[in-house]
């Protein structure tokens, strides 16, 4: 029997190749050994991998691929043919257009069409494609009258949709969407990914440019070899297979000289390597543009574990709500102290792909902490989020970002006030969701060593007096007065002056005949806490409600 392939944790987007390595053969069904810090299996089990790979791919993706999306249409056409049209109406006609939209687009995309030349059939695609026109609908005209053009889409698209579910189609076609949907965010450039590429099925190409190599390899004589591989520091006869078709890692080595030692190039890694850094896709999690992945690199079974929950908690997400891949992420982690995995012994990498760049954070033992103990505030923020101009910021995931950069939420909260007050329209939250931040934020606070010896709730505490005073300005009928003080305390706030934001504050207490809360004698101890009770007390006088409009929840 022929040695096992060990494959050991490096560095994090190697740590994402190994994951999806033991991923795609577990899923196939071959014994992976799951060790420490390794895995181990069979030289036998890269047989077939590149069959392996893709079937994986897009089991694993299928919920977002085109072929998914075509084909769950059946589901809409269906329900209309039991009812024989009887409930058809406007609305289902500008379903039916909109999915004439899609389904033409798709159709006729460049990707489809290099699927069509690999699939043996006698089916005429894109005369379907030409077929399918949008039903036009006028004024005064009977819904009734366009059933009979309805029926006839209707059964265009049950042409294209038994065709899309031919296992022929779903691995040809379901092999280009998870390319340009997931596979092209990890590495580009070469294989299927090579412009230039003379091979024009995906499965050979990857045979060819990953597999192969990585055979004869295995079965070489490696003791002339006389350089080492990057990565893994096994035997390398050359230089020539280099990190450049690593997304925003690798740089080409013929161009871009200056970027090594000595302008002579010495990074470059093993056959092994090479295939271990394609299966990024299936070791890190992503969700269209964009992709997460936690490097906890203190076990392999730790790794796999972490990665592949936040994979079921994303998708287990309504849809619109899968881009909030922090929320996964929280869900994961806390699954995984409810596991009792220690997390607590050590901090982690958290890697994400975000518009077509990387971005790192440290998930250290105090923010972990936070995130547990905070869960109630958190979810009650999911539904919350801000308008910028034409963008819609996640409120949830903005506090999740700024517990994992170690940053205060002062910032945000200055921020959302000031919305409040200025553009509610755009303001998808309420001043009690305001006060959840100011809670967690408080946590956080006293974890980094701030606050430590505050026993008072002085977050509801001063919420509660700004409260008051509102109301005692209702009854006096000067709440209107209410907007140009809140400005002039978030001001005094923003630039730290106590001075000012105490001035303001007596004026109004004297003004409504009210004794100062005690509470504003803590706001004089430490700017922390003269920020927490201030923006808690700002948030107390500052009335509305949500605005419920769904505008948008999901950064974009």
């Keep these: 029997m022929s040695e096992k392939i060990r494959i050991s944790l490096a560095d994090w987007q190697f740590n994402a190749g190994v994951v999806g390595l033991h991923n795609i053969l577990k899923y196939a069904g ?48 269906a329900y209309y043919e039991d009812s024989d049209f009887e409930e058809f109406d406007k609305e289902g006609l500008d379903t039916t257009n909109k999915y004439i939209d899609e389904v ?16 043996n059939s006698d089916e005429d695609i894109l005369g379907l494609e ?8 006028k004024e005064k005209q009977d819904i009734n009258d366009i059933i009979p053009k309805v029926q006839e889409t209707f059964d265009i698209f049950k042409q294209i949709i038994k065709f899309l579910k031919k296992e022929v189609s779903r691995k040809y076609i379901g092999a280009v969407n998870v390319i340009y949907t997931t596979i092209n965010n990890a590495w580009d450039g070469v294989c299927f990914l090579n412009r230039q590429t003379k091979e024009k099925d995906m499965y050979i ?25 990057f990565s893994c520091d096994r035997e390398m006869n050359d230089f020539n297979n280099d990190l450049s078709f690593l997304v925003n890692t690798g740089f080409d080595v013929s161009r871009k000289t200056s970027h090594v030692w000595n302008f002579q190039n010495d990074v470059a890694v093993c056959p092994v390597c090479k295939l271990v850094y394609s299966c990024v896709p299936a070791g890190m999690n992503y969700i269209y543009d964009n992709g997460i992945y936690v490097n906890d690199n203190s076990s392999m079974e730790n790794a796999i574990n ?88 996640n409120i949830y995931e903005l506090v999740i970002d700024r517990l994992l950069n170690s940053q205060n939420m002062f910032t945000l909260v200055q ?47 001063g919420n509660t007096s700004g409260y008051y005073l509102r109301e005692k300005y209702r009854s006096k009928g000067a709440i209107d007065k209410l ?53 808690a007390f700002v ?15 999901i950064n974009e």
């Design 30 to 77: 071959d014994e992976v050994v799951v060790k420490e810090n390794y895995i181990e299996f069979e030289p036998e089990c890269l047989e077939g991998f590149e069959t392996k790979y893709f079937n994986y791919l897009i089991d694993k993706y299928w919920e977002i691929l085109s072929i998914n999306k075509i084909i769950s249409i059946e589901e809409f056409v």
């Design 104 to 119: 033409k687009k798709y159709l006729k995309s460049n990707s489809y069409k290099t699927a069509y030349g690999l699939i």
């Design 130 to 137: 030409k077929s399918l026109k949008t039903i036009k609908f």
């Design 205 to 229: 190409d990857y045979r060819n440019y990953f597999v192969v190599p990585t055979l004869e390899y295995l079965k070489a004589d490696k003791s002339r070899f006389k350089y080492t591989c």
């Design 306 to 393: 972490i990665n592949n929950k936040i994979f079921k908690e994303i998708y287990k997400q309504k849809d619109e709500d899968k881009k909030l891949t922090y929320r996964a992420l929280v869900n994961a982690i806390n699954k995984e102290y409810n596991d009792r995995i220690k997390y607590e012994l050590a901090d982690i990498q958290l890697v994400r792909y975000v518009n077509g760049k990387y971005r790192f954070n440290i998930l250290s033992r105090k923010s972990l902490e936070v995130i547990r103990d905070s869960m109630i505030e958190l979810d009650r923020l999911i539904n919350c989020s801000l308008k910028e101009i034409d963008t819609y910021f």
């Design 415 to 461: 921020k959302l006030l000031y919305y409040k007050l200025s553009v509610p329209k755009n303001c998808y939250y309420n001043t009690f969701n305001i006060v959840d931040i100011l809670q967690i934020n408080k946590k956080f606070m006293k974890g980094v060593g701030y606050m430590k010896d505050l026993e008072k709730d002085i977050v509801k505490l």
């Design 483 to 535: 907007s140009g003080i809140s400005y002039r305390l978030l001001n005094a706030l923003k630039t730290n002056n106590t001075d000012s934001f105490m001035d303001t504050l007596l004026n109004c207490y004297l003004y409504a005949k009210l004794p100062v809360p005690e509470v504003f004698l803590d706001a004089l101890r430490s700017e922390e806490q003269f920020k927490t009770i201030g923006y």
């Design 539 to 553: 948030a107390g006088l500052i009335e509305g409600e949500k605005n419920e409009e769904s505008g948008g929840e």
